[in-house]
């Protein structure tokens, strides 16, 4: 057995592309956000490896800062029912304050401004558990160990060309990786 020195040619043709987490897209939830298939990634992972309902409640709340006001009516009754009543399946810690309100008040004859302000609260209540999530992936990720790793590979080596922007290409593995999702689940 020799030793192979560092200087060594085929030492370094030997060595697997390791990921370079600080030039990474997951060094923070937004990034993660706005790349559809490192999004995917990491959700599986979360759905894997925790409870996702932290995760997907974040991800949820952000919905909320673009909607009209009908829309908001409606989608936090929907929202309440997935993530803060005492009896949905995806329930998550709710702030005291928030909790003492809805418990004094039905969801739907709340104020717009106040359903808003409640997912918000909700929303940063959720933030430390995201990134500790977010943290564990990096950690794994670094030693090979998430789930589609070849589709990121294939997102992040792809190379933009005018037939094949890099938006198209990181929405054909995003919809591969979702329908092979749905088949699991």
Do not use: W
Not at 15 to 38: G, M
Not at 79 to 103: C, M, T, W
Not at 110 to 126: T, W, Y
């Amino acid at each position: 057995m020799s030793i192979i020195g560092a200087e060594d040619e085929d030492f370094e043709n030997d060595l697997d592309p390791t990921v370079d987490d600080h030039s990474s897209h997951f060094t923070s939830i937004e990034l993660v956000k706005s790349r559809p298939t490192h999004l995917l990634v990491f959700l599986q992972h979360v759905i894997l490896q925790f409870d996702c309902s932290s995760l997907l409640c974040y991800l949820h709340a952000d919905l909320f800062k673009n909607l009209s006001t009908k829309e908001t009516k409606k989608q936090f009754v929907e929202f309440y029912n997935s993530f803060l009543d005492k009896g949905a399946i995806l329930r998550v810690q709710v702030p005291y304050n928030v909790s003492f309100e809805l418990d004094r008040t039905r969801p739907d004859l709340l104020s717009e401004e106040q359903q808003k302000k409640f997912v918000q609260e909700v929303q940063s209540a959720q933030a430390p558990e995201v990134l500790r999530q977010l943290e564990d992936f990096r950690q794994k990720r670094m030693m090979g160990m998430t789930p589609n790793a070849a589709e990121l590979l294939e997102v992040e080596s792809h190379y933009p060309t005018d037939r094949i922007p890099m938006e198209m290409k990181e929405k054909a593995v995003a919809e591969t990786l979702l329908d092979r999702m749905s088949e699991i689940q």
